[in-house]
């Protein structure tokens, strides 16, 4: 596969060459920009912590854009997906970055484990919930669902100084359900309950709040058991819909 490099705003990742992206992306930038809304853009920046420019478009808008683009275009491969998405990564308004999400999310079966190098520099990259947590729940997750060997990589996640990696490492198993490594969700809970960061704490609740509807007395034993450690904002999030 020939690869051309994209100048160090890559974060030292090469990107792909393929035609799909090429076409794709020649197709959002010509679509997205026209219908760009000033007004609204500056509200939603200012909204999401002035984390990136915004072109201010509505996601119903945006998704109704997105079909424009994608219409007539083929089943992506692996290359496909790294180029749409590091180039999307590259583009300063967030949308573009919305669109690559979306396009990840669509197509992630066509992803291998060799994907999961790219998406950790999309999570530490401009990074903010609205990226990181469906790049955690609906990308990483799904590739480790897909290749147990990755739970290391997570593993080694759950560690990480980057607070947006070790909350992918947290929400990634946010949909398992039954499938969820109960050991791994609880254990990466207690590695990272003493963080002082809202959005670990926020994670940790999360991901026991949504691992409640599967097996609420699992969760409830495991706060109860370490109710110490964690932050009030985790107990109170892990157990909003199962109570005490």
């Known amino acids: 596969m020939g690869l051309t490099a994209f100048g160090t705003s890559g974060g030292g990742l090469e990107v792909p060459r393929s035609a799909l992206a090429d076409t794709l992306l020649e197709r959002l930038t010509a679509t997205y920009a026209p219908s760009a809304d000033p007004e609204r853009a500056a509200s939603t920046r200012a909204y999401l912590k002035n984390i990136a420019?915004?072109?201010?478009l509505t996601t119903p808008d945006r998704r109704a854009l997105s079909r424009a683009v994608l219409a007539g275009t083929p089943r992506p491969d692996?290359?496909?997906?790294?180029?749409?998405?590091?180039?999307?990564w590259r583009l300063p308004e967030r949308e573009y970055q919305y669109f690559a999400v979306d396009?990840?999310?669509?197509?992630?079966r066509c992803l291998s484990s060799g994907f999961l190098p790219v998406a950790r520099h999309l999570v530490s990259t401009v990074p903010w919930w609205d990226t990181v947590?469906?790049?955690?729940?609906?990308v990483v997750g799904d590739l480790v669902a897909a290749d147990p060997k990755l739970r290391a990589d997570m593993?080694?996640?759950?560690?990480?100084d980057d607070l947006w990696v070790a909350r992918t490492a947290l929400l990634h198993q946010l949909f398992y359900k039954k499938s969820?490594?109960?050991?791994?969700?609880f254990a990466y809970c207690v590695r990272q309950s003493g963080h002082p960061d809202f959005f670990i704490?926020?994670?940790?609740?999360?991901?026991?709040?949504?691992?409640?509807?599967?097996d609420p007395e699992a969760v409830r034993d495991f706060v109860a058991r370490e109710r110490e450690r964690l932050s009030p904002l985790s107990v109170r999030e892990a157990l909003k819909n199962i109570g005490p």
């Open 103 to 108: 396009y990840l999310r669509r197509h992630v």
């Open 155 to 160: 593993d080694a996640w759950i560690e990480d």
């Open 201 to 214: 704490r926020k994670a940790i609740g999360w991901c026991l709040r949504e691992y409640a509807k599967t």
């Open 180 to 185: 969820t490594d109960t050991e791994r969700l």
């Open 78 to 88: 692996e290359a496909d997906c790294t180029a749409v998405a590091l180039r999307c």
């Open 133 to 138: 947590d469906a790049l955690a729940s609906h």
């Open 53 to 56: 420019p915004f072109l201010g």
